[in-house]
């Protein structure tokens, strides 16, 4: 693998964790009274597509962009949530002691 694929891995896990590392709207703004459940799903919506929008401009660095399916959309997704595992539980199993 190319070292823009282990950067698209490694920043894919950085940004699947992201949400649930701070009590803040997109790591920046301050929220009253906490995130909501929603709050997670649009963070997570946003770093997927910051982390395709990067890929697409990494791969259109490299050469070809290859014309993807709605299957490789929807395996990256799966993906970037199987990478929020660790997040996950650090932050609603691990955290209420």
Wanted: charged letters at 10%; proline letters at 4%.
């Amino acid at each position: 693998m190319s070292i823009a694929g282990w950067f698209i891995v490694t920043l894919a896990l950085f940004l699947a964790n992201l949400p649930f590392a701070a009590n803040r709207f997109l790591s920046v703004i301050p929220l009253r009274q906490g995130k909501k459940p929603w709050f997670y799903l649009a963070e997570f919506a946003v770093a997927y597509v910051a982390l395709t929008a990067i890929a697409y401009t990494l791969e259109r660095q490299e050469g070809t962009v290859f014309s993807q399916g709605w299957q490789f959309y929807a395996i990256t997704m799966l993906l970037l949530i199987v990478f929020s595992f660790p997040g996950f539980v650090y932050r609603f199993l691990l955290r209420q002691r």
